[in-house]
């Protein structure tokens, strides 16, 4: 089974990329799951239901997140209907939404999806590692493949949690910081590991936003409106191949593909 799971996906410029490009993408590396994160989808900052659906419509299968799930409140009733959409699992209990799917692929394979949030820089909510076992145990009961978004600030938390489940899951994938890292590998027990995905979106740009403006913020220290920025469009992610007897990787190939529209 070949898994293509796409990085955080930016405003508005990310979304032409994937309306435009995706199917091509996935015919061209034969995926037969697709995975993309989607938080920052609405004007570079959380998302709104109907972009959420015009994802979904689409040859995307699940939709991960993380901390700014949270800044379009449109979005709270419909976490609560849609199991496609996944928030960090490690929120409190109570939190609307879920942070885990387990569902059949086009393809045949029973797969699981876990979204979880680091605590490095970031909110001390429940603990990623606690509450990340206990679901991928839950989760084996009906697959062993099991891909994980980590969506955190720290490269440290990140790695450390790879090793943790290193041998557990199929495959730890790193999100938020827009930026992705070379270090795509096999981890020795078989997990897929990179410590980011990346970002689809402008990357001329200041992490998806005009330079200028995120300029001025540093520079002033005064609030700004930041709005993404257009030019260097990529696509940004990775394919992974999947044992699905086993749920081991076989490999992942790290993607970084420039686009013009």
């Not at 939404?97 to 876990?114: A, E, H, M």
Request: hydrophobic fraction near 40%.
């Amino acid at each position: 089974m070949r898994t293509l799971f796409i990085g955080d996906v930016f405003g508005k410029p990310g979304r032409r990329l994937l309306q435009e490009k995706l199917h091509s993408l996935i015919q061209e590396y034969r995926a037969d799951f697709c995975i993309a994160n989607i938080e920052n989808a609405a004007g570079g900052f959380g998302i709104t239901p109907q972009i959420a659906d015009e994802f979904l419509r689409s040859e995307i299968d699940i939709l991960t997140s993380g901390n700014h799930i949270w800044d379009k409140r449109a979005i709270l009733p419909y976490l609560a209907e849609q199991p496609r959409l996944l928030r960090p699992h490690n929120y409190p209990n109570g939190t609307p939404g879920t942070g885990l799917y387990i569902g059949d692929t086009n393809c045949g394979v029973r797969v699981g999806v876990l979204n979880l949030q680091g605590r490095v820089f970031m909110a001390s909510i429940d603990c990623p590692f606690v509450s990340g076992l206990a679901a991928i145990e839950q989760i084996r009961r009906q697959t062993p493949v099991i891909i994980v978004d980590f969506h955190a600030e720290a490269t440290s938390e990140k790695q450390a949690f790879g090793w943790y489940v290193d041998g557990r899951v199929s495959a730890v994938v790193g999100t938020h910081t827009h930026v992705q890292t070379a270090d795509e590998r096999l981890l020795p027990r078989g997990t897929a590991f990179i410590t980011d995905l990346g970002m689809t979106g402008p990357h001329d740009s200041v992490i998806g936003s005009v330079p200028d403006l995120a300029l001025d913020r540093f520079l002033r220290q005064m609030p700004v409106r930041l709005e993404p920025a257009s030019g260097n469009l990529r696509i940004c992610g990775v394919l992974i191949d999947i044992d699905e007897s086993t749920g081991r990787a076989l490999g992942i190939q790290r993607l970084n593909l420039p686009f013009t529209l």
